[in-house]
């Protein structure tokens, strides 16, 4: 599923985005917030490990009845 708003597109998350995500999480005032489960600095590995497990459970997800 995809929401396209004015300026912005909301969509399922994608093995493309690793780069971008390791990027933007990579910040030391998220760590700050999260310190307990979020690890600082945050790889491309970390990042692609995320995705893998979001992806994973989106497509578990749309399996389930009802």
């Given at each position: 599923?995809?929401?396209?708003?004015?300026s912005?597109?909301?969509?399922?998350?994608?093995?493309?985005?690793?780069?971008s995500?390791?990027?933007?999480?990579?910040n030391?005032?998220?760590?700050?917030?999260?310190?307990?489960?979020?690890?600082?600095?945050?790889?491309?590995?970390?990042?692609?490990?995320?995705?893998?497990?979001?992806?994973?459970?989106?497509?578990?997800?749309?399996?389930?009845?009802?």
């Open positions: 599923m995809q929401f396209v708003l004015k912005r597109t909301i969509r399922p998350w994608r093995l493309d985005d690793t780069e995500l390791a990027k933007h999480a990579n030391r005032k998220i760590w700050l917030g999260l310190r307990d489960l979020f690890p600082h600095p945050y790889t491309s590995d970390d990042a692609h490990k995320f995705l893998q497990k979001q992806i994973f459970v989106s497509k578990w997800r749309a399996r389930l009845p009802g």
